[in-house]
């Protein structure tokens, strides 16, 4: 069963152009992660956010997390067309070793 | 170092048939997950192993199952192969919580 659930589904924007993904989730959580995919390959690990922090800054990548909501939200600033890719949250809550993943936002990035 | 490597990458099989994919960690990783992607269901768990031990299991039929090696590689079969089983099996070892991923094997199922 999933956990987490990303909002949009999908998303399109121009390059230069910031880019909000939103996660929900439904049990309490040890740490949030957020993923990439580009089409049909593996996932790659983008950050890591604990549950005791609000808030991480990794490049253009900006993770906020609300525990009391059950949501964290990921900004890519100035968009790329490189960034063009499908992005997932996934959370522990279930144990640390059994992350489950949302459905994903897939976000298409326009040159 | 390098990554998590998964074979075979792509393969096809006919229904009732059986399939065994391998994934081998980063070196170092003793933790290995599998995942199974579908554009239905998602990223679905299917099993994690640490130290040739099973530790979680998701809800998957008992025609999936797995192993793991003492070298920490790690095979995962599916027994009589369903049209339904078709999709990208992905392999992740982990370290301090995060996942590595390998680019997975792409099963089709005629």
């Known amino acids: 069963s999933q956990q987490g659930e990303e909002d949009p589904q999908a998303l399109s924007i121009q390059e230069g152009e910031n880019a909000t993904m939103n996660c929900s989730y439904k049990?309490?959580?040890?740490?949030l992660q957020w993923y990439r995919q580009n089409s049909g390959r593996g996932l790659v690990h983008l950050i890591l956010?604990?549950?005791?922090?609000r808030e991480k800054h990794s490049g253009r990548l900006r993770v906020t997390l609300d525990t009391s909501k059950k949501s964290s939200s990921l900004l890519i600033t100035a968009s790329r067309a490189a960034d063009t890719a499908s992005y997932f949250c996934a959370t522990d809550a279930y144990n640390n070793n059994d992350m489950r993943f949302g459905a994903g936002t897939r976000l298409t990035v326009k040159p | 170092k390098a990554g998590v490597t998964q074979t075979p990458r792509y393969l096809i099989k006919t229904r009732g048939q059986q399939v065994t994919l391998s994934c081998s960690p980063i070196s170092g990783h003793r933790s290995v997950s599998w995942y199974q992607q579908t554009p239905g269901q998602g990223l679905q768990f299917l099993f994690e192993?640490?130290?040739?031990?099973?530790?979680n299991k998701g809800n998957f039929p008992g025609r999936f199952s797995g192993r793991q090696f003492s070298n920490s590689r790690s095979e995962m079969n599916v027994s009589t192969l369903e049209l339904g089983d078709s999709a990208l099996y992905l392999c992740?070892?982990?370290?301090?919580?995060?996942?590595?991923f390998g680019e997975g094997s792409r099963l089709t199922v005629l």
């Open positions: 192993y640490f130290s040739e031990t099973q530790r």
């Open positions: 956010i604990r549950s005791n922090e």
């Open positions: 992740a070892s982990s370290f301090a919580g995060e996942l590595f």
């Open positions: 049990t309490s959580i040890n740490n």
